[in-house]
């Protein structure tokens, strides 16, 4: 599995440098990379001088991650003002796959069958199809989801067992799912399988606008333009409710948003929880137990779990 890695980069002046690469090679255990501000912001002339810095630290996606990003914050906000030429500016987060991800994702990222019917297949990869095999086309870009990641890989399953009520899900889902909400979309993967596997309405959104436009690209590939729509509107935002919904972000943005995802599941309906480490499952568990719904599996790989709960009808 390829270790999900994120990009937090800072600028400061140069005089600044030493502190900061200290702070945060301290705090991420990598190293750092320090680079002039660039040619966009500076001419050519003063680049070698440039008197700001771009510091750039890799950390692991973990739970960790949002208090590393609030540690970065507030070591800029508290030493930043002793430094001439400080200006207080967010660090950019940037999500990395690999630490080599810029120049060699690609020749990792290969056609993958998961389950029995779905293949992923990148954009520039021959793939020859069998028989049932439902494809999605899929070229990420920077934005997260290549399927081969176990939380991806898992809620793929889980919507096929939910969408062909094959295994675990026989019996409890009679009929197939029609509308879907996928929070989260990434690359568009889950919204583009679950089109692929019959749903006729699907929303899907995530919160960054970059991701937004690498879905529609997938998702214009894979002709679902018309089933899939896609958008940054806030989850809170989103009225009516789904037969499935799909959320495969961190334990901590799962529980914080658990009323806001529970109530959009309608009756007979599924919600699909996964990036959770094994570890916090319980901590997903108990988070979502005020909502009626009933535990129908979990799946497990690598640190991975995938939790799929069921709303009984009325
Ligand atoms: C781990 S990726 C999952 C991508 C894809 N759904 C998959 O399964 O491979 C999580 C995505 O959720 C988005 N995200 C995180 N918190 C969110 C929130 N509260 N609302 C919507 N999107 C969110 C991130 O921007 C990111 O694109």
Known sequence: MNMVWTEISCEVPAAMVDLLADFLVELSGNGVSIENLSLDTFSLDTIEDSPLKTVKAYFAVDNALEAHLDAVGAFLSANGPDFAGFVFKNPAVNAIDAEDWANNWKKYFKPVRIGSRLVIKPTWEEYSASPGDLILKLDPGMAFGTGGHPTTKMCLEALEHIFLAEGAFKGVAPVAPVTVLDVGTGSGVLSIGAAKLGAERITAIDIDADAVVVAGENVALNECSDVVELSTTPLQELTGNFDLVLANILAEELVRLAAELAVKVAPAGFLVLSGILSE??????????????????????????????YLEPR
């Open 280 to 309: 916090k499952e319980n901590f997903v568990l108990d988070g979502f137990s005020p909502y009626g719904l009933k535990l129908i599996e979990i799946r497990r790989e690598g640190e991975w779990s995938c939790i799929s709960l």
